[in-house]
């Protein structure tokens, strides 16, 4: 009679394997989305707009005109005093309405 001496896994040390690897896995996960959070949670955050907050707020280069505006009013705002030269497709100066696109110059003073 010849008895085969195999190394095999106890139950015991097989039930400890599989119950490491899943600590593992939850382990990774929980890391994961720790990292992810902690990513998310120091991203810049916009402040409210309060008051006429957008009013003094520099013009940029391309403007669109909003509600109630005037060349006058945007050209005080922005400090531009050649809005109509720069924009040769306003044609009528009094003729501006809400969303027309101008280029802004401010003065360097």
């Keep these: 009679m010849a008895i085969h001496c195999k190394p095999r896994l106890s139950r015991s040390s097989?039930?400890?394997?599989?119950?490491?690897?899943?600590y593992c896995a939850v382990l990774l996960v929980v890391l994961i989305l720790l990292g992810s959070v902690r990513e998310y949670s120091s991203l810049p955050t916009e402040a409210p707009v309060k008051g006429n907050h957008l009013l003094t707020r520099p013009c940029d280069e391309i403007y669109v005109v909003g509600e109630g505006e005037t060349l006058?009013?945007?050209?005080?705002?922005?400090?531009?005093?050649?809005?109509?030269e720069q924009n040769p497709h306003i044609h009528d100066p009094d003729d501006v309405f809400p969303g027309l696109v101008i280029k802004i110059t401010p003065s360097r003073s």
């Design 14 to 22: 097989a039930a400890i394997a599989d119950a490491a690897s899943c």
């Design 72 to 84: 006058h009013t945007i050209s005080d705002k922005c400090g531009d005093p050649y809005i109509v």
